[in-house]
């Protein structure tokens, strides 16, 4: 194997070489594949459903934290007609604590058209799959090979990982995304002659699934980033595709994949504002798209770099019988995809018959855990009634 990787995978230099490394991968997830909520039994093919929403949850979360939100999803709303029918706020107070709430609107959203435009049945191409809202390249791609056994493969960070290192691949993401997906691609298996394998459950779901364990075979990816070729300390002994491997070649395994540094977001800050009138607190929707988008929240000022105190605090809600705005010690801290926050914290009391500003309610402090609320507004609550 060439000892470094520069240039796109051509067949003169992969074809011999790598033509076992689909079995021993197949062979290797037969005996070790992690056992999911999403994932069926051995011998069993995936749900549409349930690959898809598991797709949509592990989008930048990880399978720890997924695992009891996927469950309480699928008791409650077993299939793709019943998450249609659902509310949007059901959705995200469901979703509550997940993050990344365009996810949950995208969710609801793309269930309604499967359901309006698609007779309650995904559709079974990557093609098909895109035109989904909130179904990007890789979603649409991974439920195309789990679900229906397209030769796909679906790259995550475990894959990009796996390959990186197997490959040696200098060039830094996300620049070698391309030729990443490329190197993965000739892990797949050899082509199947025949292309209908039944699937169980709705006959309309048959139709376009091909003979292939592309599902499998990405999955095997996922499964060995995972658990073998993790981030630090890779069990390099254990790896079906150690033999292969140019950076354990090398003995610098842990120096992949290459990264381009990220710019660190400039910090915001701001003020928020956690008001009670006995046993309820004030509280409000935000809009329903942007950041947070119809996610509940506490009233709070704008986030603003270099924003202080002052400016934040005269933001507060306009309120009958706030005698003053009680200032929490230390602040609330929170990190976004794109910025670090910090919120500094103001408490107040008012009086029985104070009325909710507009566009804000009274909500039960008892009943606040089945409010929408996303992490940062639950860490400021608890640092305002602590």
């Not at 098909?128 to 960070?157: E, H």
């Amino acid at each position: 194997m060439n000892p470094s990787v520069n240039a796109k995978p051509t067949r003169h230099d992969v074809a011999d070489e790598t033509s076992s490394r689909p079995a021993l991968l197949l062979d290797w997830y037969d005996r070790h594949r992690r056992r999911l909520p999403w994932r069926p039994l051995p011998g069993h093919s995936a749900e549409p459903y349930r690959v898809w929403l598991s797709e949509i949850m592990l989008q930048q979360t990880g399978v720890k934290t997924v695992g009891p939100y996927f469950e309480k999803f699928v008791a409650r709303w077993p299939d793709v007609a019943s998450l249609a029918s659902a509310s949007l706020d059901d959705v995200l107070r469901m979703w509550a604590g997940l993050g990344y709430y365009s996810r949950a609107r995208n969710l609801h959203a793309c269930a309604v058209a499967v359901v309006r435009e698609h007779g309650s049945v995904f559709p079974n191409t990557e093609e098909g799959l895109r035109s989904l809202p909130g179904v990007g390249p890789y979603t649409a791609a991974a439920i195309a090979a789990i679900a229906f056994g397209r030769r796909t493969m679906p790259v995550d960070g475990n894959i990009e990982r796996v390959i990186s290192r197997l490959f040696a691949v200098e060039q830094p993401l996300p620049q070698s995304k391309p030729l990443i997906r490329q190197f993965a691609t000739t892990l797949l298996e050899e082509e199947q002659v025949g292309d209908e394998r039944p699937r169980a459950g709705d006959e309309k779901s048959r139709a376009g699934h091909v003979n292939s364990r592309a599902g499998d075979s990405a999955q095997a990816l996922m499964d060995l980033g995972a658990s073998i070729c993790t981030p630090r300390k890779p069990a390099c002994a254990l790896c079906p595709l150690n033999d292969d491997c140019v950076s354990r070649a090398r003995g610098n395994q842990e120096t992949f994949p290459r990264k381009t540094p990220k710019k660190a977001g400039e910090l915001r800050r701001g003020a928020a504002f956690v008001v009670t009138r006995g046993n309820e607190m004030l509280v409000r929707t935000r809009a329903p798209k942007g950041l947070l988008g119809g996610m509940v929240e506490v009233p709070n000022s704008s986030w603003l770099a270099a924003q202080d105190d002052t400016s934040a605090l005269q933001q507060a809600p306009e309120l009958n019988g706030v005698a003053r705005w009680r200032r929490k010690t230390g602040v609330v801290t929170h990190v976004f995809t794109h910025f670090p926050l910090e919120l500094v914290v103001y408490t107040a009391r008012v009086s029985a018959g104070a009325r909710a500003p507009r566009g804000m309610r009274w909500a039960p402090i008892s009943t606040l855990a089945d409010e929408a609320l996303p992490n940062l507004m639950r860490k400021v609550i608890a640092h305002g009634l602590g």
